[in-house]
């Protein structure tokens, strides 16, 4: 296994398209996060999935953000009507449950960082 | 409302010295603090956690003491190596571990 994919490594969007990043986790991790980092800041949380479920959501994660885990695998984030100040990277990461990343952290991916123009 | 915070944007030391790095925390339901350490166009890496019921987690050159009382962690890295050069990130978790928060960074720079 190859670690926490993620693609595409960097998108560049005019102001107003939808954009999509694909995260591929570890394969027998049943925990996957999605957390958003911006410039001089720490990353942040925006969503979370046991499985297929989506079971917690960030106040950040507004109504133009969307993030599916279909079939308990990989998972997609889609932003709508993409804004400036969405431009940050964004990164996904995997654990085998929640113990256990909270004990041995994380897997992150390289993130997918999204310029806004 | 950040309730982790790394006051100290950057650290600079010389090779072989210590390394202290310094994270404070409001919210005293965080049960784990973990910490990260990031190379550029790299995801954040665990290094080292340590769970509220103590106060010290040795693993290598790497220290991570907790002083609840103060709301205090901090990271020992000793002897500093230049390979040690990246970002540093706190973060802490309640116990259901369902998401961590992330103080903003330090950057550290050991200087050969």
């Known amino acids: 296994d190859t670690g926490v994919s993620q693609n595409p490594r960097h998108k560049i969007t005019k102001r107003g398209q939808n954009v999509t990043f694909r995260c591929d986790p570890i394969?027998?991790?049943?925990?996957l996060y999605w957390y958003r980092q911006t410039l001089g800041q720490g990353p942040e949380f925006l969503t979370y999935?046991?499985?297929?479920?989506?079971?917690?959501k960030s106040r950040l994660l507004s109504d133009r953000f969307s993030a599916e885990r279909p079939k308990g695998s990989f998972s997609t984030l889609e932003i709508q009507r993409t804004e400036q100040g969405d431009s940050a990277m964004y990164l996904c990461?995997?654990?085998?449950?929640?113990?256990?990343?909270?004990?041995?952290?994380?897997?992150f991916g390289s993130g997918t960082r999204l310029t806004v123009v | 409302d950040q309730q982790v915070k790394q006051n100290s944007p950057s650290l600079s030391v010389q090779e072989g010295r210590i390394s202290i790095l310094n994270c404070d925390y409001t919210?005293?339901?965080?049960?784990?603090f973990l910490w990260y350490k990031k190379y550029p166009a790299e995801g954040p890496t665990f290094l080292i956690s340590?769970?509220?019921?103590?106060d010290k987690n040795e693993d290598g050159r790497f220290t991570v003491f907790l002083n609840k009382s103060a709301k205090h962690l901090s990271l020992h890295i000793v002897p500093s190596q230049p390979g040690d050069s990246a970002v540093y990130f706190c973060?802490?978790?309640?116990?259901?571990?369902?998401?961590?928060?992330f103080g903003s960074g330090t950057k550290l720079n050991v200087k050969p």
């Open positions: 990461a995997s654990s085998l449950d929640g113990r256990q990343g909270g004990i041995y952290g994380y897997t």
């Open positions: 394969s027998e991790h049943n925990r």
């Open positions: 999935f046991q499985n297929e479920a989506q079971l917690e």
């Open positions: 919210n005293s339901m965080f049960d784990y």
């Open positions: 340590i769970s509220s019921i103590k």
């Open positions: 973060a802490a978790a309640k116990y259901n571990f369902n998401k961590f928060y």
